[in-house]
C-alpha cells in the first residue's frame, strides 16, 4: 500500500535497526505528521495505542533511511574508454594531468543544460532510491565556471522536487583546475571564493563547500583560502582529503570545523587526532577504493580507538565510483576494510547524516523525521553481507509510504 501523510502507520514484530544498534527485542514504531511518533518492545506495546492507525507491516529488518552523504550523482557523458584505459595499466593520476578524468566529465556537463542534466541524473538517483536512500548529498565539481557551477547546484535542488528525497547540495568549485586557467591555480581560487561561493550562498543553492585537497588538484593552501570563505558565508565544510597521498587536508579541514573529511586512505594518526578533536565524520568511500584498485587501507583501527564517527557513501562519479547501490558499498565497507555490518550500517544512517550536519536524519527515534526502509531480510547484517538488489519491501519518506512491493 501506498499511503497519505494523514495517515497514522504502525509496524510490527521488527528487527529493528535504530541507526547505531541492533535491538534485541522484536519491536514496534509508530509514525504520524511526518514523523516517529513511538518506537516500542513488543512486550511493552499496548494495543489501545493501535487504535486509529493502519497496520501497515508486520516482520522483517526496519532501518532508517539510508544516507548516501557524498555523490556526485549530477553529470553528463560517461567514462567507459577511460576505465578501458586504466585496465590497461593508465594511472587516473595520468589520465588526469593529460586534460582527461574530471575534465572530461567536465566537457560533457558544461555543454549540457539542465533538462539533459535532470535527464542524466534521474536514474542514478532512481536507482539509490530503490536500494533504500531517502537522503543524499549531491556534489557540483564538473561546471568549474560560475555559471556552469550553479547549474549543477540548481539541477541538484530540482531533482529532490522530482523525486521523495532530501538532497543536500555541496559547492565543489576546487574540483580540479579548469582549462583556462592552466597554470593559475589560485586565480581560480580566487574566482571560487570570491564569485562561487558568494552567489552560491545568496541563491540558497549550497549547504556546504567541498575541495579536493591532492597533487593533482588544490593544495593546502589554496584549500585554506576556500575554507575561509565558505566560513564567511556561513556555510559548512567538507574535503576530498588523503586519497591518493597525505598533504594533510584532512587535519587543515579539521581545524576549520568540517562536518566531515572523505576517503582518507593516506589519513596518518596526528590526522585521525584532528578529526577527533573537532568532531569531523571520516567518510569511507569504497566504491572509489574498488574502482581505483587502491591498495592503501584507511586507518579503521585508528579512527575507533579515537572515537572518530566513521560513514561509509557511494560516491557515485563517472570516474571514480560509477556504482549507485548504497548497500553494496556496505559489503564493501566490510570486505575492504573490515568494518563490522553494524558499523557499515551506521555509516549509513546515523553517521552519514551527522557527516552532513544533519543529525535528526538517520535514526529511529521519538520524534525524528519518518524516513525508513521495511527490507525482506532476517537480520541487519544480511544488508552487507549479500549483495542484492530488491530487498526493499517497503520505503517510507516523511512519514509516508513511497515504495511498496
Ligand atoms: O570522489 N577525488 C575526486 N573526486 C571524485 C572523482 C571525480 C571523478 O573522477 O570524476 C572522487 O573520487
Ligand atoms: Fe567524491
Redesign the pocket.
Known sequence: MLSSPSQRLLWRDLTLFDGTRQLDEPMAVMVEGGRIAGVWTEQAFDPALATGAVEAGRGGVMTPGLVDC?T?LVYAGD?AREFEQRLQGVS?EEIARNGG??LS?VRATRQASEEQLIEASLPRLDALLADGVTCVEIKS??GLTLEDELKMLHVARRLGELRPVRVVTTLLGA?ALPPEYAGNADGYIDLVCTAMIPAAAEQGLADAVDV?C?GI?FSPAQCERVFQAAAAHGLAIKA?AE?LSNLGGSALAARYGALSV??IEYLDEAGVQALAAAGTVAVL?PG?FHVLRETQQPPIDLLRRHGVPIAVSS?A?????PICLPTLMANMACTFFRLTPIEALAGMTAHAAQALGRRELGRIEPGAPADLCLWDIHHPAELAYAVQAGRLRQRVFAGVITHDR
Do not use: K, V, W
Not at 562519479?317 to 565510483?321: A, M, R
Open positions: 557524498h556526485h567514462r587516473y578524468g574530471i566529465t565539481g564538473y574540483h579536493f591532492e588538484a576530498h586519497q572523505d576517503h568511500l572509489a560516491d562519479n563517472p570516474g571514480t565510483s
